[in-house]
């Protein structure tokens, strides 16, 4: 660890990269080699700053699991050089790349904070200044030698999460983000504050592991209210479908038809892993708890428990990549990994 930290700024895309030339009106990339230059309250934090750029931004509603492994890559090949992290990234999809960072980091022991904005930089009433600034004062906070936060986590407007319980909850709102199983890690306000107690510690001396390994042959699957025989079965016979993380409805019910249950025991069979995890907003999946989850718990779905779909999605893609044996994988989808869901 260096006397002064020494961040390094990752810009992937997004709307917090973006200047408004006055002129025309249009959006433009932005120059982070000129970062100071533009927010010379930087200059302030006691931290050094390095910026690297993907060489084409890509909006986040183009990012996909090659691009997740080009995040890692670049955090992988500056480790040693830095002393956090700060990655930014389009708001639309960052709870996934945030929560499969999670995921593909083991023993991580600096901080990588992921953040963005609704407004662009260079905008009048943007809110990426407060953003990029408290993200990278929370990458450079040291206690004891130690980086404060030692987990990837998300900050938006005035707080800071543990990236794999985060969901984008509004599209026009600053508070565009939640945390609705867990509270936040840390608040800005007159000042930083730190929970302590709930921030992620890796076991000390374990050396990072980092995994590039994602099965992206997977589905989301959502129920509703007279879905078909036809549309359920399409989906679970998809070729070489790995995995199915299922939205059910509640703390983990779905329909009792003998169809429905019938289509998920011939996937399971076949080897598909799926997940039961709650459509609401907040709480948890309890199977057995209502009759219509009964059958769901006697023929072996996985418990998401409280775990976001994003955070599921990243977990399984991750699972999967890892070639876990059959035997193991649903203890393993049901045991927290990295904060992600309850004991």
Same mark, same amino acid.
Not at 311 to 325: C, F, N, Q, R, T
């Given at each position: 660890?260096?006397?002064?930290?020494?961040?390094?700024?990752?810009?992937?895309?997004?709307?917090?990269?973006?200047?408004?030339?006055?002129?025309?009106?249009?959006?433009?990339?932005?120059?982070?080699?000129?970062?100071?230059?533009?927010?010379?309250? =930087?200059?302030?934090?006691?931290?050094?700053?390095?910026?690297?750029?993907?060489?084409?931004?890509?909006?986040?509603?183009?990012?996909?699991?090659?691009?997740?492994?080009?995040? +890692?890559?670049?955090?992988?090949?500056?480790?040693?050089?830095?002393?956090?992290? +700060?990655?930014?990234?389009?708001?639309?999809?960052?709870?996934?790349?945030?929560?499969?960072?999670?995921?593909?980091?083991?023993?991580?022991?600096?901080?990588?904070?992921?953040?963005?904005?609704?407004?662009?930089?260079?905008?009048?009433?943007?809110?990426?200044?407060?953003?990029? #600034?408290?993200?990278?004062?929370?990458?450079?906070?040291?206690?004891?030698?130690?980086?404060?936060?030692?987990?990837?986590? =998300?900050?938006?407007?005035?707080?800071?999460? &543990?990236?794999? &319980?985060?969901?984008?909850?509004?599209?026009?709102?600053?508070?565009?983000?939640?945390?609705?199983?867990?509270?936040?890690?840390?608040?800005?306000?007159?000042?930083?504050?730190?929970?302590?107690?709930?921030?992620?510690?890796?076991?000390?001396?374990?050396?990072?592991?980092? &995994?590039?390994?994602?099965?992206?042959?997977?589905?989301?699957?959502?129920?509703?209210?007279?879905?078909? &025989?036809?549309?359920?079965?399409? #989906?679970?016979?998809?070729?070489?479908?790995?995995? +199915?993380?299922?939205?059910?409805?509640?703390?983990?019910?779905?329909?009792?038809?003998?169809?429905?249950?019938?289509?998920?025991?011939?996937?399971?069979?076949?080897?598909?892993?799926?997940?039961?995890?709650?459509?609401?907003?907040?709480?948890?999946? #309890?199977?057995?708890?209502?009759?219509?989850? +009964?059958?769901?718990?006697?023929?072996?779905?996985?418990?998401?428990?409280?775990?976001?779909?994003?955070?599921?999605?990243?977990?399984?893609?991750?699972?999967?990549?890892?070639?876990?044996?059959?035997?193991?994988?649903?203890?393993?989808?049901?045991?927290?990994?990295?904060?992600?869901? #309850?004991?």
């Amino acid at each position: 660890m260096t006397s002064i930290p020494h961040i390094l700024l990752i810009y992937t895309g997004g709307t917090i990269g973006m200047t408004k030339d006055y002129k025309t009106g249009a959006l433009k990339a932005f120059d982070f080699n000129k970062l100071l230059k533009h927010i010379p309250e =930087l200059n302030l934090l006691n931290c050094m700053i390095d910026s690297v750029s993907f060489e084409e931004p890509i909006d986040s509603s183009n990012m996909n699991t090659q691009h997740w492994v080009s995040i +890692v890559e670049i955090i992988e090949d500056n480790y040693e050089k830095f002393d956090g992290f +700060v990655v930014l990234h389009g708001s639309d999809t960052m709870s996934y790349t945030a929560s499969a960072l999670s995921f593909m980091f083991e023993n991580l022991t600096k901080p990588v904070i992921f953040t963005g904005s609704q407004l662009p930089i260079g905008d009048l009433r943007t809110d990426a200044k407060e953003n990029l #600034i408290t993200s990278i004062q929370v990458a450079s906070e040291i206690k004891n030698g130690k980086s404060v936060v030692q987990e990837v986590c =998300l900050y938006f407007e005035y707080k800071l999460y &543990r990236a794999n &319980r985060t969901t984008k909850m509004n599209a026009e709102h600053f508070e565009a983000f939640s945390s609705p199983n867990f509270p936040p890690l840390g608040e800005s306000g007159v000042h930083l504050k730190f929970h302590n107690s709930l921030i992620f510690k890796t076991k000390r001396f374990k050396k990072i592991k980092i &995994r590039k390994k994602l099965e992206d042959n997977i589905v989301i699957l959502k129920l509703f209210p007279g879905i078909t &025989r036809n549309a359920v079965k399409s #989906i679970l016979e998809i070729k070489g479908l790995k995995g +199915v993380v299922l939205e059910t409805y509640g703390s983990g019910n779905a329909p009792t038809d003998s169809w429905f249950i019938d289509l998920l025991k011939s996937a399971l069979k076949k080897g598909i892993k799926i997940v039961d995890v709650t459509q609401c907003a907040g709480g948890s999946v #309890i199977l057995g708890h209502y009759e219509t989850s +009964v059958e769901l718990q006697k023929i072996g779905l996985i418990s998401g428990k409280d775990i976001t779909t994003e955070s599921a999605l990243a977990k399984m893609m991750y699972l999967l990549g890892e070639k876990i044996k059959m035997k193991d994988f649903k203890q393993l989808f049901e045991t927290p990994l990295r904060g992600e869901m #309850i004991e």
